[in-house]
């Protein structure tokens, strides 16, 4: 449970250096004289709250999960053997939804939103197939 606290702390400096961080980065660039610098700011401002989020999900596991063998000090190899989960095998999904998402950013590009209409739905379809593809065939549970 040592690294894991551990873990947990790395990820809060890092939280505490970006709140501090992104306010200063606002008044820095909106004292210049091009104006305030939005797309930084924004940037900075998701980036605190992604952080906060991990080091949110690492604390809590932290004080709730039990102690991972690797962080106990008189752990053997074998305290760490068993299953490590699920692992799929390849998928062809991910480059249905790639290819449908690009058809969705040509159809915006060029100004066709009926390309954009038929990219969502078979986008919608690459997702649930991506989605279910362990719910039949040879992968069911």
């Known amino acids: 449970m040592k690294s894991m606290k551990i873990e947990t702390w790395i990820f809060i400096s890092c939280t505490i250096f970006l709140v501090l961080v992104t306010p200063a980065y606002y008044f820095v660039t909106s004292a210049s004289d091009h104006g305030t610098d939005w797309t930084g700011t924004s940037a900075l401002t998701m980036c605190t709250l992604l952080v906060a989020?991990?080091?949110?999900?690492?604390?809590?596991?932290?004080?709730?999960?039990?102690?991972?063998?690797?962080?106990?000090e008189d752990a053997e190899i074998a305290d760490g053997a068993g299953e490590l989960g699920f692992f799929p095998p390849y998928s062809w999904w991910p480059?249905?939804?790639?290819?449908?998402?690009?058809?969705?950013?040509?159809?915006?590009?060029?100004?066709?939103?009926?390309?954009?209409?038929?990219?969502?739905?078979?986008?919608?379809?690459?997702?649930?197939?991506?989605?279910?593809?362990?719910?039949?065939?040879?992968?069911?549970?």
């Open 53 to 72: 989020m991990v080091s949110f999900y690492l604390g809590f596991h932290a004080v709730t999960d039990p102690p991972r063998p690797e962080d106990l």
């Open 95 to 141: 480059l249905w939804a790639a290819l449908t998402l690009s058809v969705i950013t040509f159809g915006g590009a060029m100004g066709a939103y009926w390309l954009m209409i038929i990219g969502g739905v078979l986008g919608a379809l690459a997702v649930s197939g991506w989605i279910y593809e362990f719910y039949r065939g040879e992968h069911a549970h």
